[in-house]
């Protein structure tokens, strides 16, 4: 058995076709129905591999053409038969299947019906194209085309039937049921400004990003990797406020932290207000994220992603007996800074706050008296140093004399030498 080599419309672009569009106009290009030809592609796979059973090839076929695209078993089979009997390669990329490996939970991204914009399919028929299912109409959340304003639809406008169906294809612009052309129904419509309901840019760059590399697997947990670099790196900004105003505090700690699923809306939510490309945060490229506070962070959020409350889990008794062990061979007289509490007991600034508030607080409590205390006995003894030195028969003084000799008998930081050694030939000068 042999398939035309039918090519899939729009490859390497966002506005790719979707499988589900492919294995009809396939159907269409054969003269059988949707069904016909899934059936006959699977007899011929087996006959043609003898290894083949039923538990390597289900015999479930995606449940519907809308399925297709979904990062699902049965759909990958598919791809696989219908790959080898057309000879074209990188169908992949006509699907979601780069999600199949990641494991955060996307219920409810993708649509259950075949859905389509008519202005879309009305301009392709204008430019002597042949009309065709966009895969970035598979997602729920592109209810509106972004080119033309108009809604994404998923009834016939004539006798309001859905095209799911596997019987035969005359016209991928006609209705499966009536033959009406899927197109009417724009027209009637007003369509004022939309742009709120088509802010969906990052599901776009996601589309372009998997239509242009059809090997590609997002890798499980690269996303979380990412964003506990980035919290890793938000904690030792010298004020990390304004990103907290963005991305609340608790919630990024529990995205770290907490081994619950990341849902799809929350890693979208997140690539927005951070201002990362969502393939680029799914990937877990860490040049999609420069570390700088950036005014894009500010950013509001479109409706669609609007933020749903999550419930906390963590599991922390292991790390608390390691945390209370390390306390006690603490020097009570020199505390260490809650960086490297967290470091010794192997998890990050982030995680320690968010697992352990009160001991936190403790900790940073007592390295901030300590540090205040510190800088204000290391300032007596530059001062005293510092009378010394202005006291001896040491000639010529000089501040940077006086700086290097001090240096090399105390030890001190520069920066306290130079404050007190300025202020002590200062006040020098003004009693001569
Ligand atoms: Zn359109
Ligand atoms: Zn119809």
């Given at each position: 058995?042999?398939l035309?080599?039918v090519?899939?419309?729009?490859?390497?672009?966002?506005?790719?076709?979707s499988f589900s569009s492919y294995v009809l106009r396939l159907a269409k290009a054969h003269g059988v129905s949707v069904g016909r030809l899934l059936t006959d592609l699977k007899a011929?796979?087996?006959?043609?591999?003898?290894?083949?059973?039923?538990?390597?090839?289900t015999d479930a076929k995606p449940a519907t053409l809308a399925d297709m695209v979904r990062?699902i078993?049965s759909a990958?089979e598919l791809l696989?038969v219908v790959?080898?009997?057309?000879?074209?390669?990188?169908?992949?990329?006509?699907?979601?299947?780069?999600?199949?490996?990641?494991?955060?939970?996307?219920?409810?991204?993708?649509?259950n019906h075949l859905r389509w914009?008519?202005?879309?399919?009305?301009?392709?028929?204008?430019?002597?194209?042949?009309?065709?299912f966009?895969?970035?109409?598979?997602?729920?959340?592109?209810?509106?085309?972004?080119?033309?304003?108009?809604?994404?639809?998923m009834?016939c406008?004539?006798?309001?039937g859905r095209q799911n169906s596997t019987s035969r294809v005359r016209g991928i612009?006609l209705c499966r049921k009536c033959k009406?052309?899927l197109?009417?129904?724009?027209?009637?419509?007003?369509?004022?400004?939309?742009?709120?309901?088509?802010?969906?840019?990052?599901?776009?760059?996601?589309?372009?990003?998997?239509?242009?590399?059809?090997?590609?697997?997002?890798?499980?947990?690269?996303?979380?990797?990412?964003?506990?670099?980035?919290?890793?790196?938000?904690?030792?900004?010298?004020?990390?406020?304004?990103?907290?105003?963005?991305?609340?505090?608790?919630?990024?700690?529990?995205?770290?932290?907490?081994?619950?699923?990341?849902?799809?809306?929350?890693?979208?939510?997140?690539?927005?207000?951070?201002?990362?490309?969502?393939?680029?945060?799914?990937?877990?490229?860490?040049?999609?994220?420069?570390?700088?506070?950036?005014?894009?962070?500010?950013?509001?959020?479109?409706?669609?992603?609007?933020?749903?409350?999550?419930?906390?889990?963590?599991?922390?008794?292991?790390?608390?007996?390691?945390?209370?062990?390390?306390?006690?061979?603490?020097?009570?007289?020199?505390?260490?800074?809650?960086?490297?509490?967290?470091?010794?007991?192997?998890?990050?600034?982030?995680?320690?706050?968010?697992?352990?508030?009160?001991?936190?607080?403790?900790?940073?409590?007592?390295?901030?008296?300590?540090?205040?205390?510190?800088?204000?006995?290391?300032?007596?003894?530059?001062?005293?140093?510092?009378?010394?030195?202005?006291?001896?028969?040491?000639?010529?003084?000089?501040?940077?004399?006086?700086?290097?000799?001090?240096?090399?008998?105390?030890?001190?930081?520069?920066?306290?030498?130079?404050?007190?050694?300025?202020?002590?030939?200062?006040?020098?000068?003004?009693?001569?």
């Amino acid at each position: 058995m042999r398939l035309f080599r039918v090519e899939p419309i729009g490859r390497e672009t966002e506005e790719v076709e979707s499988f589900s569009s492919y294995v009809l106009r396939l159907a269409k290009a054969h003269g059988v129905s949707v069904g016909r030809l899934l059936t006959d592609l699977k007899a011929a796979y087996a006959r043609d591999n003898p290894e083949w059973h039923e538990e390597t090839i289900t015999d479930a076929k995606p449940a519907t053409l809308a399925d297709m695209v979904r990062p699902i078993d049965s759909a990958a089979e598919l791809l696989e038969v219908v790959e080898h009997y057309t000879g074209v390669s990188g169908l992949r990329a006509t699907t979601f299947q780069a999600l199949r490996q990641a494991c955060y939970r996307s219920v409810g991204l993708f649509h259950n019906h075949l859905r389509w914009c008519p202005a879309c399919f009305e301009e392709d028929l204008n430019l002597g194209m042949t009309p065709y299912f966009r895969l970035l109409w598979a997602f729920k959340d592109v209810t509106h085309c972004h080119k033309h304003g108009v809604p994404i639809i998923m009834r016939c406008p004539k006798c309001f039937g859905r095209q799911n169906s596997t019987s035969r294809v005359r016209g991928i612009h006609l209705c499966r049921k009536c033959k009406a052309p899927l197109l009417e129904q724009h027209r009637s419509e007003e369509t004022p400004d939309q742009s709120e309901k088509t802010d969906y840019r990052d599901l776009r760059e996601l589309t372009g990003y998997v239509a242009s590399n059809p090997a590609l697997v997002f890798e499980d947990g690269a996303a979380r990797r990412l964003l506990q670099a980035i919290f890793d790196r938000v904690w030792e900004l010298e004020d990390e406020r304004e990103f907290w105003k963005i991305l609340p505090k608790e919630q990024s700690l529990m995205i770290s932290y907490s081994d619950k699923k990341l849902t799809m809306k929350m890693l979208r939510r997140i690539a927005y207000r951070l201002g990362i490309s969502l393939p680029g945060l799914l990937a877990g490229e860490v040049e999609c994220w420069t570390p700088q506070l950036d005014p894009r962070w500010l950013s509001e959020l479109p409706a669609n992603l609007n933020p749903a409350k999550r419930p906390r889990k963590h599991n922390r008794s292991a790390l608390l007996a390691r945390l209370q062990e390390f306390r006690q061979t603490v020097d009570p007289g020199e505390p260490p800074p809650l960086v490297a509490v967290a470091k010794e007991i192997g998890i990050s600034t982030g995680g320690m706050e968010y697992l352990f508030p009160a001991i936190s607080n403790e900790i940073k409590g007592a390295y901030q008296k300590w540090k205040i205390e510190d800088k204000e006995r290391k300032r007596l003894e530059a001062t005293a140093a510092v009378f010394e030195y202005l006291a001896s028969d040491r000639s010529p003084k000089s501040r940077k004399d006086a700086l290097r000799v001090i240096r090399e008998q105390t030890g001190l930081p520069k920066n306290v030498l130079r404050d007190v050694i300025s202020q002590s030939f200062d006040s020098v000068k003004d009693s001569l």
